[in-house]
């Protein structure tokens, strides 16, 4: 088992619609978790972070941990076009000392 | 503007060839990675660099290697490449050598190898 999976997609919705897009991870004792927003033929970039349970704000965007289940969220609100690109998320693992884990990406388009 | 450059942008490359692909970084990050990119499969790690002169293992390093000679480069070396490395390849930095930093990705090299 993957240590962070995430679905592929492609996932397509109209613009202004909420997009919700998960991961999963294995170990319980995971607990700062970071989403890498990739556009086309570019590199990733950090999004957003959060840590432990609960959820983290930042515009129309929201993260969201569930610990209890082993799931994370990013929430997009009022999709634009702009947001069409590869979201990842991510976790340095249990150990500060470990390097980041990718999840493999799920790939959103926003159609006009 | 600051940041990560790579080169080259694309490269196609015959197999059992030499290849270095070229990182560089102005933000004067102490550490550095290399990743490759394959549908389905994500970002791997193929080798790090917590500071200059010191390298280390990632999770899929057989067949290439590194060197960090200073601060700013961190090239990455094919001996002899094969058909299975072709991938997207990103270089990244941090400034601290934690996993709970920020890392920024260059633009990445697409290598084709035949």
């Known amino acids: 088992q993957k240590e962070v999976e995430q679905d592929p997609g492609p996932l397509s919705v109209p613009e202004g619609a909420i997009v919700s897009l998960n991961c999963t991870y294995s170990n319980s004792a995971f607990q700062y978790f970071m989403w890498y927003r990739q556009y086309s033929r570019k590199g990733p970039e950090l999004l957003m972070y959060?840590?432990?349970?609960g959820n983290k704000e930042d515009g129309r965007f929201t993260a969201q941990v569930d610990k209890s289940s082993k799931y994370i969220s990013l929430f997009i609100r009022d999709s634009q076009p702009s947001d069409s690109a590869t979201y990842l998320c991510a976790t340095p693992g249990y150990s500060s000392a470990s390097k980041i884990i990718f999840g493999s990406g799920t790939r959103l388009s926003i159609r006009p | 503007i600051a940041g990560i450059t790579q080169a080259p942008t694309s490269q196609i490359l015959a197999a059992g060839r030499r290849m270095t692909l070229r990182c560089t970084q102005d933000m004067r990050h102490n550490a550095m990675y290399w990743y490759r990119q394959d549908l389905g499969l994500g970002l791997r790690l193929i080798h790090y660099?917590?500071?200059?002169?010191?390298?280390g293992k990632g999770e899929v390093p057989d067949g290439y290697s590194v060197s960090r000679a200073n601060t700013d480069d961190f090239p990455l070396t094919l001996a002899s490449a094969v058909p299975s490395q072709t991938s997207v390849y990103f270089c990244?930095?941090?400034?601290?050598?934690?996993?709970?930093?920020?890392?920024?990705f260059g633009p990445g090299t697409r290598l084709t190898v035949l």
């Open positions: 990244a930095s941090s400034q601290g050598a934690t996993s709970y930093n920020e890392q920024f």
């Open positions: 959060t840590y432990s349970s």
């Open positions: 660099s917590n500071t200059a002169g010191t390298t």
